[in-house]
Every structure is written in C-alpha cells, then in structure tokens.
Nanobody, 125 residues
C-alpha cells in the first residue's frame, strides 16, 4: 500500500520561508509524478507544483513561480517543497500526491491517485 506522509507545516510570518517534506513508502516511484496541492478554507484544492520522479522535470502554478521550488531525493523517497517569500494568501493545507498513471505530468487533482493527510501552513501578515 502506498503511503505519503507530509511534514513541515507551521505558522510563519509574511516574507518568511518553510520547507515541506513528503516521505513516500510502499512502492517504487521511478515512473511517477509527485505533486503538491493546497486547499484554503472555503476553496477548492488547487495545483501548486509537481515533478516527474525519474527526470526531475518540474511544473509550477503561476501564483508560486519564482517563490516555491519542488525537488526530490530518490534515495530517501522524499519530495520537498521549499517555499520562500510566503504571503498570507499562501495559507492553506498543503497535500502531497502521487500519480502513477504514466510519465506525463498532470496538474489535475483527479489525476493523482494517492494523497497524504496534509500539513497546515499559516502565514500571518
């Protein structure tokens, strides 16, 4: 069984930085895509960023481009989300997700079969 466990979320001031981690267990993800999504209160879950596990090709939502960086450590089966210049609008529950349907990166929530439990990120102004 695939398990994704996120960590690293906390309260931070605007302009600050955080690094989220997602540890993957239960399957080899050499051909998969790993994504980060977020969901703010009263809003739909939205794409933040994703990376292909094998080649490390990243994709970013326009709202985070230049501020957030996704990376993966294949030896540790871990995906990271480095978040810089955080703003109050970045406040949300952040979810790690895995897509095992094929090699193409997708931004659709429905394209990811496996999800973590989420970690809360709160940015104060």
């Amino acid at each position: 069984q695939v398990q994704l466990v996120e960590s690293g979320g906390k309260l931070v001031q605007a302009g600050g930085s955080l690094r989220l981690s997602c540890v993957v267990s239960g399957r080899t993800f050499s051909r998969y895509t790993m994504g980060w999504f977020r969901q703010a209160p009263g809003k739909e879950r939205e794409f933040v960023t994703a990376i292909t596990w094998g080649s490390g090709y990243p994709s970013y939502a326009d709202s985070v481009k230049g501020r957030f960086t996704i990376s993966r450590d294949t030896a540790k089966n871990t995906v990271y989300l480095q978040m810089n210049s955080l703003q109050p609008e970045d406040t949300a529950v952040y979810y790690c997700a895995a897509d095992d349907s094929g090699p193409l990166l997708t931004r659709r929530v429905s394209g990811y079969a496996y999800w973590g439990q989420g970690t809360q990120v709160t940015v104060s102004s």
